[in-house]
Nanobody
Framework: QAQLVESGGGSVQVGGSLRLSCAAS?????MGWFRQAPGKEREGVGVLYTGVGYPYYADSVKGRFTISYDKGKKTLVLQMNSLKPEDTAMYYC?????????????????WGQGTQVTVSS
């Protein structure tokens, strides 16, 4: 049974940056970041297969967000730059042993507790 522990998040002004981390208790096949704003459905931000390290992003964050994975620390990192008010949401880390995809927002084996990101204008 793996655990995901998220850190980072907080409040920032438009155009600012934040960094989220998700530390896993063991190596898991793939991991990703998802977010959910109040009154909206959960959406994928980006995913990465830990063995390959190549990230896939949602169109809404391409060019602004970067996902990386530190194998030694088993930690998934989301670097968020040029933040917009529409990026405001609860951000969750998820992991699975079979498949991760930006458009797959459910049925992951593990989820983190979530961390709030608020972007104000």
């Amino acid at each position: 049974q793996a655990q995901l522990v998220e850190s980072g998040g907080g409040s920032v002004q438009v155009g600012g940056s934040l960094r989220l981390s998700c530390a896993a208790s063991s190596t898991i096949y793939c991991m990703g970041w998802f977010r959910q704003a109040p009154g909206k459905e959960r959406e994928g931000v980006g995913v990465l297969y830990t063995g390959v390290g190549y990230p896939y992003y949602a169109d809404s964050v391409k060019g602004r967000f970067t996902i990386s994975y530190d194998k030694g620390k088993k930690t998934l990192v989301l670097q968020m730059n040029s933040l917009k008010p529409e990026d405001t949401a609860m951000y969750y880390c998820a992991a699975d042993y079979r498949k991760c995809a930006v458009d797959r927002t459910t049925n992951y084996a593990y989820w983190g507790q979530g961390t709030q990101v608020t972007v104000s204008s």
